[in-house]
């Protein structure tokens, strides 16, 4: 049988996911969810024309002589503290003490900061002056920030799939925009299977290993901003994985996720079930680690049936369901893009797409990559020393030290 390429693999299971559906949150709900409207601003940045220092509204050309040696003296005739709109209009000769952010009053054209005057008092409470001699000469618009500098009305500043960064909150917030469209958060049943597995929690038996799957995939779902059903371990029983995938069907998840009993034989219950009420196909898939994959649906539900072996639930996660995720997500970027990371060693590979785990790490100003730990499939502690996924196309068998290849930063 020939193996399933990996990008021929994943294209097939993303035609099964679609966004799904939105809501509307408060900004301050909206850290890491995914916008789902394009947002145009509704009003400009700044709204007014304000002073970017402390110091005195002027209009310049009155200070076209003003030197060190030889200050022009002003009138002070106004007052303008931040948050105040001012009545006020400058007339030649005049000027108003003014703070940092505050409106510009009319007539003026350009602020000197207090720093270039005679009056240089900022602590709080201290009244302006009746005039102000200043030092220097300036143009017009000169620490004056114009209204619709930074962003103007109608200009579109962030699009729809766009995951919201703290930046992001604060333009929202900025615009007003207090109600925020997103798409909902997928909600994914996780369970692990296989009768030797044990809890966390629970004592160790022969022949027993402890689950370490249901923390790890659980922790990368949370991680990727889902929703986790946890159902826990499946016995090796037809009830148990039936029981199981009722549950997560009951919840109307909008995926089912496990690991272990994709391999040839062994265990047949997760296809049994999974056909009976829907249906299931295993492959093989031309990677390294990582080759069974089980894809179907339970009832409608997706379902994606990863590798057991720790390492190779891993990087199935990062190969097969993050995509989906993201898709499911309304996510228009990819939120692990691929850098160029030199070798630092040479490796050999077996001619499948292989996943390689490596430490990255700047030399010089190169991302440099060392393999981190025994690369066989249940080596936990190899994803746990490394940083990055190398990612080794299909049909390469060596590379020598210093050649450059892709990867992803963990
Ligand atoms: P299987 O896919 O059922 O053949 O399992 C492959 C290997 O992964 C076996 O050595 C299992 O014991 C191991 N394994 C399966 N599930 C888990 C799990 N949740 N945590 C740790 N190891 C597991
Ligand atoms: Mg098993």
Redesign the pocket.
């Known amino acids: 049988m020939s193996l399933l390429k990996v990008d021929e693999a994943r294209a097939r299971i993303l035609t099964h996911f679609e966004p799904i559906g939105t809501e509307t949150l408060p900004l301050a709900k909206c850290a890491r969810r995914v916008l789902a409207t394009n947002v145009a601003a509704r009003n400009d940045l700044p709204s007014f024309d304000n002073s970017s220092m402390d110091g005195f509204a002027v209009i310049a050309s009155d200070l076209a002589d003003a030197v060190p040696a030889s200050p022009r003296t002003l009138n002070v005739v106004a007052d303008i503290p931040a948050g105040t709109s001012p009545d006020v209009t400058l007339a030649p000769g005049q000027a108003a003490r003014i703070m940092t952010g505050a409106p510009m009053p009319k007539g003026a054209d350009a602020v000197i900061p207090v720093e270039e005057t005679d009056f240089q008092d900022r602590s709080p409470g201290t009244l302006a002056p009746k005039s102000v001699a200043i030092y220097k000469a300036l143009k017009a618009g000169d620490y004056v920030r114009a209204q619709g500098t930074d962003v103007q009305t109608g200009q579109p500043v962030l699009q729809s799939g766009h995951k919201l960064r703290p930046q992001d909150l604060g333009l929202l917030a900025m615009l007003g925009v207090a109600d925020v469209p997103v798409y909902r958060k997928p909600q994914v049943a996780l369970l692990?299977?296989?009768d030797?597995?044990v809890p966390v929690e629970a004592p160790l038996r022969p022949g027993k290993?402890?689950?370490?799957?249901?923390y790890?995939l659980s922790a990368l779902l949370e991680e990727a901003e889902v929703e986790v059903l946890n159902l826990g371990?499946a016995a090796d029983r037809r009830e148990s994985v039936e029981e199981l995938l009722e549950k997560a069907a009951t919840q109307n998840v909008d995926l089912i996720l496990s690991?272990?009993?994709?391999?040839v034989g062994?265990?047949d219950f997760i296809k049994d079930v999974v056909e009976a009420q829907g249906e299931l196909t295993f492959w093989r898939v031309n990677m390294r680690p990582g080759k069974?994959l089980a894809f179907g649906k339970f009832k409608g539900i997706p379902f994606i049936g990863l590798?057991?072996?720790?390492v190779?639930?891993f990087v199935g996660f990062e190969v097969f369901v993050r995509p989906a995720l993201e898709r499911l997500s309304g996510l228009e970027t990819i939120s692990r893009p691929r850098v160029r990371v030199r070798l630092a060693e040479s490796l050999s590979s077996d001619g499948r797409e292989s996943y390689l785990r490596a430490d990255v790490h700047e030399e010089n100003g190169i991302l440099c990559a060392h393999l981190a730990g025994h690369q066989g499939?249940?080596n936990?502690l190899s994803i746990v020393q490394a940083n990055a996924l190398l990612i080794i196309p299909a049909g390469v068998k060596s590379l020598a030290a210093g050649k450059d290849v892709d990867a992803w930063l963990l």
């Open positions: 692990s299977s296989g030797e597995l290993i402890r689950d370490s799957n249901t790890t371990i690991s272990a009993g994709v391999s062994a265990f069974p590798p057991g072996n720790p190779s639930a499939s249940g936990l």
